[in-house]
Structure formats: structure tokens, C-alpha cells
């Protein structure tokens, strides 16, 4: 099947036709081994268990991978942080509160081998990290055999797989998304899941374009044009702008309605009338931006303690039929499923699975109930789900992501080392 080429449309997911599905075990490539533990498994990556050695000439200069041996290493390059992710996350630290658990989930758009989402798990932050399976061969397949979170993706046609209000931080870093384009409805998307008070970064062109144009080959008055709508958009969406230092510019999504009266009168500013924000497998995104919620349900605790604090979208009562009481009950249970499947299987506490998956994850119990700085859950809300429990995931700073389990997930084989189900076969009896 060919799609259309615009707006990245042939990139994004879709459904094969019957004949196209495959019903096929898929093998292991030849010496494929079982990945080193975290966090070794973030520098290195055994070749055949990847074997794929494109971008280590393609991407030589940036120092995002190397090949050594029988492994790849990952000297945690970029092509914006030329010193390392860690000191590009220590300039985003003196703008961004990255140190005191107020920013814990964030989302890559664009992440290459998710060298920033790998750096940023040592500071308490997960990061969703995406991109689409491209000329790079096989980007989200390195960043999780690395053990970082991350699914093929792309900003296309349709909305992102996420709940509206789920991330504390955003960042694109060169990630070659048209962000003035469109009418704005990329940055209109990640406004829609960015929660009120969350920051966008955006490094690379046309951020400081006056000293760059040259280097990036293009023409200054293009990407003059390119970052005067950025800005339009981002003041249209009541983000304010904290810093533009070097090629790196930051900007904070204001916290509540109160404090976008000016953009009310503002007859481009239109707001979307369905009252569904997380109604979203393959949708079409659209031009209007989200409001803000009308009961919001209190403030986010600071990670860890958000964990098990009850979440604003329960205490507001925004989810029909579950109370503060009966989601306590079901941590509870989590709490004690956890500890019967640790007697049963001991190696879950020691490292052995870095890269877990909860198939029909409801709040989140399974993942909060094994949260460790070893290991880390992507927690699946169905489709089908009863519940839309997504937003309450993330509200515990946790990740995850909606799917259909009559479809393939966006992901390479081979990439989980645990997958947990509960309720999951049931619930697709009849389909």
C-alpha cells in the first residue's frame, strides 16, 4: 500500500490490509544475545543484537553511536549537545525545576537514539521518546535495546497516542519538525498533551538563526519567517517564553485559563469544542487548541510522592465511577500482587528486566507497585478499556500510551524482557 507523502502521512501508522498481516513467530537474528543490565546497557548495545551500521557514518560527526568490536557504544552525543546529554540537560536545569520532582515525565519528539531521555532517567525524570522508522534504519530500536523508553512515531496527520495534560516537559532537540506549519497544529498537539505549568524545549534551527543561517545552509529571511510564527503560535497558545540562550529556547505553558485573558478577544485563537481531549487513536489532529479543564482537581505532587497521592483527575471526579477510595483499593491490591509475583519470580527486583510492558494497565497499580530505578513499565490503556486511565497514568508519573490489541504496537521485535497482562484476554473475548 503507498500513503501520501504530505504531512508525513506515510510515516505514521496504519492498519495493513488482511492479506498483509503477518501470523509468523519472528527469529532472533544469528548470535543474538541477552542485552547488558542496566545501566551498562545504556552506553552499549551488542551489535547482532541491532546489527545495523548506518548511523554510525552517518551520525559520526554528532558522536551518537560508534561501533566497537561486537558492540555499539553510545557516548551520549548529539547533534545539539556536542558535550555530552548531561551538561545539555544541566543548561536546561537553570531554566527548567528538573531537580526537585516537579517535572518528571517528558516527551522527545524526534529522539534519534534517545540519548536525552537516557541521561535524564539518572535525574528522576522518564522520558516517552519518539520517531518514525526512517532512513536512520532503526532509531527507537537502539534507544530500547539501550533500555529507554521509546515507540515509533511521528507528528503526521493524527493526534499522538497520549492523554491530554500528560507530560511535564516536551522537547524537540533538531528534530526536524516543521513547527510554523500547518497552521500550527504540530505545536496546537503538543500543547494539548503538555499539562498546565509544563515546559517546551525546542533547540536547533531557527533558534539563534542570525549566527547559524550559514552553517545550516539556508536562507536567514526563511528562518527569520520560521521563528516569528513559532513565536506567534506559542503566544497564541499562552506559553510564555523563559529563555533563548545559544540554540536553545524554552518555553512554559501558563498554569490556568486565568492567565490567558488576553488571548479571549484574540479571534485566531479557537478553541475545540469536543469535550473528549483523550479521544485520539487515529484521529486527525486538529487546528483548535484545548482548553484548559474546568475542575482541575488540585496541583501535582512533586515525584516520588505523586506516586500514590491521589490524582487530580480522580479527586475532580473527571473519571465516571471511580472514587479516591476505590482507586486507593486497587494500589492496594497491585501492592499485593507485586509481592506474590516477586516470591514466584525473584528475579524481578535484581535488574534482570529493564524494559517491562502492562498490556491493560487500568491506574497504573502493576507499575507503581514495582517502580524502581532498574526497571521501567509502559503502561497500556486499550482502546476498548471500560476506563480512559491514561491521564491518571501520567498524573502518577508514570508513562504510558493507548492502543488497540487487534493491531500491532509501534515497536521492533524483541524489545521487552517482561510483559504483564490482567484482564487483557476478556476484555478482547468477542472481537
Avoid at 38 to 58: H, I
Avoid at 178 to 205: C, H, K
Avoid at 297 to 322: C, D, M, T
Avoid at 388 to 414: K, Q
Wanted: hydrophobic share 35%.
Amino acid at each position: 500500500m503507498t500513503f501520501p507523502r504530505e504531512s508525513m502521512n506515510y510515516r505514521e501508522r496504519h492498519c495493513p490490509p488482511e492479506e498483509e498481516k503477518l501470523h509468523c513467530l519472528i527469529p532472533a537474528p544469528k548470535g543474538y544475545v541477552t542485552p547488558f543490565p542496566w545501566p551498562k546497557s545504556r552506553d552499549y548495545v551488542p551489535y547482532a543484537n541491532a546489527p545495523y551500521k548506518s548511523l554510525t557514518v552517518e551520525k559520526a560527526i554528532q558522536n551518537w553511536i560508534q561501533y566497537e568490536g561486537n558492540v555499539f557504544r553510545f557516548p551520549g552525543g548529539g547533534t545539539q549537545f556536542p558535550q555530552g546529554a548531561d551538561k545539555y540537560i544541566d543548561q536546561l536545569a537553570s531554566v527548567i525545576p528538573i531537580k526537585n520532582g516537579t517535572v518528571r515525565t517528558a516527551l522527545d519528539t524526534g529522539c534519534g537514539v534517545a540519548s536525552w531521555g537516557a541521561y535524564l532517567w539518572s535525574r528522576n525524570v522518564i522520558a516517552m521518546s519518539f520517531a518514525p522508522r526512517d532512513s536512520h534504519e532503526a532509531q527507537v530500536q537502539f534507544a530500547l535495546e539501550r533500555g529507554v523508553p521509546a515507540v515509533i512515531g511521528v507528528l503526521g496527520t493524527i493526534k499522538m497516542p497520549y492523554a491530554s495534560r500528560a507530560f511535564d516537559m516536551a522537547h524537540c532537540s533538531r528534530c526536524l519538525i516543521p513547527w510554523g506549519a500547518n497552521d500550527g497544529r504540530y505545536m496546537i498537539e503538543v500543547d494539548r498533551v503538555l499539562r498546565p505549568g509544563g515546559y517546551w524545549v525546542l533547540s536547533g534551527p531557527p533558534i539563534n538563526w542570525k549566527t547559524n543561517y550559514k552553517a545550516w545552509q539556508r536562507p536567514k529571511e526563511e528562518l527569520q519567517e520560521e521563528q516569528r510564527k513559532i513565536e506567534e503560535i506559542a503566544n497564541l497558545l499562552c506559553w510564555e517564553k523563559k529563555s533563548e540562550k545559544g540554540e536553545i529556547a524554552v518555553w512554559q505553558k501558563k498554569v490556568n485559563d486565568e492567565s490567558c485573558r488576553a488571548r479571549r478577544d484574540d479571534s485566531r485563537a479557537n478553541f475545540c469544542k469536543s469535550s473528549d481531549a483523550d479521544d485520539v487513536w487515529y484521529k486527525k489532529m486538529e487546528g483548535c487548541i484545548t482548553p484548559y479543564p474546568e475542575v482541575a482537581g488540585g496541583e501535582l505532587k512533586a515525584f516520588p510522592e505523586r506516586l500514590y497521592a491521589i490524582p487530580p483527575r480522580i479527586s475532580s471526579g473527571s473519571i465516571p465511577g471511580v472514587s479516591a477510595e476505590s482507586y486507593q483499593e486497587d494500589s492496594n491490591k497491585w501492592k499485593k500482587h507485586v509481592n506474590a509475583y516477586k516470591k514466584i519470580n525473584r528475579l524481578l527486583d535484581s535488574g534482570r528486566y529493564r524494559n517491562i510492558m502492562d498490556m491493560n494497565a487500568g491506574f497504573g497499580g502493576f507499575a507503581a507497585a514495582i517502580q524502581s530505578s532498574k526497571l521501567w513499565v509502559m503502561n497500556v490503556v486499550p482502546t476498548l478499556a471500560d476506563k480512559n486511565t491514561l491521564g491518571v497514568i501520567y498524573e502518577r508519573g508514570l508513562i504510558g500510551i493507548y492502543h488497540d490489541w487487534c493491531e500491532a504496537f509501534s515497536t521492533y521485535p524483541r524489545t521487552y524482557d517482561l510483559i504483564h497482562a490482567h484482564g487483557l484476554f476478556s476484555l478482547y473475548k468477542d472481537k
